[in-house]
Structure formats: C-alpha cells, structure tokens
C-alpha cells in the first residue's frame, strides 16, 4: 500500500508540475487549456491503448485454435497412455515388465493402468508445460515493451506500478496458473497412484456382479485430499516488482521539475 500511495503521490505531483509548466510557457490561458487537453489525450489516452497493440504486433502470440492444434499433433504422436494396448508405450510396458520380472501386466503386483496414467499425465503435463512457457516468454517480452513506454507516457507507468504492487499483473497471473496447474498435476497423480496401488487390473476388467465393489477404494483416500491453497507474494516482492514502475514516475517528476525550475528563472529573468 505505501508503493501505491507514494507512486499515485509522485503522479499527482507531475501532473500539477506540467500543469504549471504549461503555464508558464503558454501565454494565454485558452491556449494553455488546449495544450493541457492535448497532452493529457496522448499520454493519458492515446500511448496506454496503442502501447499494448504495438506490442503484440510486435511480437506475436499463437491464437488458441493454433494452439490446440499443434498441442492435439503432439499428443497423437505421444500415444493414448489410457490404452494399455497403445503401440506408443510399448517400450514403456516392456520396461515395466522386465523391473517386475512378469511376462503380464496382470501379473505385475501393481495395478499397469494406474502406472501408465501416471506416466501419460507426466509425458503430458510436461507438453503442456512446454507451450505454457513458450507463451509465458512471449508475454513477458510484450508486457517489458508496454512497460518501456512508460518513458512515453507516465500513465502506464503509474498503471504498471498499482498492478504489480496489487498483484494482479502478469507475473501475479502466472504465479497463481502455475500454482494452480502444479496442484492439479499433484492431485491427479495422487489419484493414478491411487489406481495403481489400491485397485487391482484384473478387477477394473471384471464384469462380475462383485466387480464395482472391489474397484471402490476406502473413503479416507478421498478425505485425505489436500485443499488448494495459494501462497501469495510477500509485502516485500510485491513492493519490489513495482520498483520499475516507480522509477519511471520519479523520472517523469524529476525532469518536469527541472523544466519547470528553468521556465520560472527565464521568465523571471525577461521581467
């Protein structure tokens, strides 16, 4: 809260320097309204939502639909780990065999599809992962050049600063996506070793009346989920990503003040 109440502080104080400014090198006041109207169009309207546009046509970001095709092309290469008959993963199969010593997957003393989930949910989380930072990298390198035009335009600075001291700019958007993504990758290999420790092969492919019964587990299992629970950034990290964003806004201050100090001694000088 301080980082934001010092940066609007710092801000505010700009605005009545320029305005100050202006009227000293503008002699009439209707002409200084006027210029006053147009500097706040540019920097307060016109840079902040033509900044982002320049950015992403700078460095594009692939739409959902090329994402999900090229993640669907990987994923058929990779094979269907649900299929405990895939082509793909026989290598996988033959190596959980010889670790065992079986020649079957129902005699392994482990249940073979919990054991390919958990591989399949690794083989594709990391695919995932991988498209996941490559757009990450991507975003960040578009939000460094909204936030470089800050030199342009105090507004964006300012913006930048309250967004990362509230932590909700992009890296507070990716911290919770990765935290969150980090949590269902844990629970849902809990629930495949689950599978494969506590629910026979042979049992999930019997068709007997008894069958549903022995494929249940103990209801503790499920009461021993862990909740989400976020971690959010301390006082100090937040304060430290808005530091750029500050600086800015200081810089913007500083200059005008010098502006405004050598306007004043010219002007006291011609009188």
Sequence with gaps: MLMI???YFAYLALWVIVILLVS???RRSRDALLALVALWAVLVVLLPRVAPDVANAAIPLENRLQTDVAIARDLRQMGDSH??????FAEFKQKILDRYGVKRVEDLPVNYSGVLAIEGERMSSELFDRYASESYRAQERQNSLVEGAGLLSPAIAIRSLSMAAAGTDFAGHRRFLEQAEAYRYNLVQRLNRLQAN??????ERAEDADADRRKRVAASNWTAMPDFAFRAPTGTDLARGALPGLAIILAWL?????LLIISTRRLGARR
């Design 5 to 7: 109440a010092v940066g």
């Design 24 to 26: 000293v090198l503008v």
């Design 83 to 88: 299929n405990p008959d895939d082509p793909h």
């Design 198 to 203: 506590s629910v026979r092969y042979a049992d």
């Design 254 to 258: 500083a200059a005008a003040s010098v």
